[in-house]
């Protein structure tokens, strides 16, 4: 079974509104990480939150992390048609991999 | 500088065939390397990972295995594919708590 669970699936917003996306994981981590894949690529890493901070920035990217509710949050702000992707957390428990959720769909309207 | 290249990028190969997909990561040693399959419009599942040469570890059982004949190569292989075994495959390598990925083979089993 899926470690993160991103929510929602699908998301269309128009050229300078934020988006945010939303994961859910099942077990104690030590990182949460989020990447972004365009389509028929490989997925590149956008930003990495350990488990005992809360929040973190990068640019017009804000990751939130809640270890009680085991949730996260990946906000884009000023969205642009070129973030148009798929967005995915990813959790590393400390085992052998990091585990992927099933992702979002983030589709900017120029 | 530290790179990873993944080949070939599409594949069409027919049910019964032979595999043979091959990744090699550049300007690093003994690096953590991962085979995952991404089906279509979902998340990544693990297939296998190595922490080094001939050291490799299987996530799920089926008709795919891996070797890792040199420090910086990591091949997936199948004697005999399988309709299942559609999808798009990444490799990844575990640099700085996060992964780089390869830009991915689109296999098709016709």
């Known amino acids: 079974s899926q470690q993160g669970e991103e929510d929602p699936q699908a998301l269309s917003i128009q050229e300078g509104e934020n988006a945010t996306m939303n994961c859910s994981y099942k077990?104690?981590?030590?990182?949460l990480q989020w990447y972004r894949q365009n389509s028929g690529r490989g997925l590149v890493h956008l930003i990495l939150?350990?488990?005992?901070?809360r929040e973190k920035h990068s640019g017009r990217l804000r990751v939130t992390l809640d270890t009680s509710k085991k949730s996260s949050s990946l906000l884009i702000t000023a969205s642009r048609a070129a973030d148009t992707a798929s967005y995915f957390c990813?959790?590393?428990?400390?085992?052998?991999?990091?585990?992927f959720g099933s992702g979002t769909r983030l589709q900017v309207q120029p | 500088s530290q790179t990873i290249h993944q080949w070939p990028a599409t594949l069409v190969q027919p049910v019964g065939s032979p595999l043979s997909l091959e990744c090699t990561v550049e300007?690093?040693?003994?690096?953590?390397l991962y085979w995952y399959r991404q089906a279509a419009g979902r998340g990544l599942q693990l297939l296998f990972y190595?922490?080094?040469?001939?050291?490799i570890s299987s996530e799920v059982p089926q008709n795919l295995s891996a070797s890792r004949p040199q420090d910086r190569q990591f091949i997936l292989s199948s004697k005999k594919l399988l309709l299942s075994d559609s999808g798009f495959y990444l490799c990844?390598?575990?640099?700085?708590?996060?992964?780089?990925f390869g830009s991915g083979t689109r296999l098709t089993v016709v």
């Open positions: 190595s922490i080094g040469i001939d050291q």
């Open positions: 990844a390598w575990m640099r700085d708590r996060g992964y780089t």
């Open positions: 300007g690093t040693s003994n690096p953590n």
């Open positions: 939150i350990r488990s005992n901070e």
């Open positions: 077990t104690s981590i030590n990182n």
């Open positions: 990813a959790t590393d428990t400390g085992r052998r991999a990091l585990t």
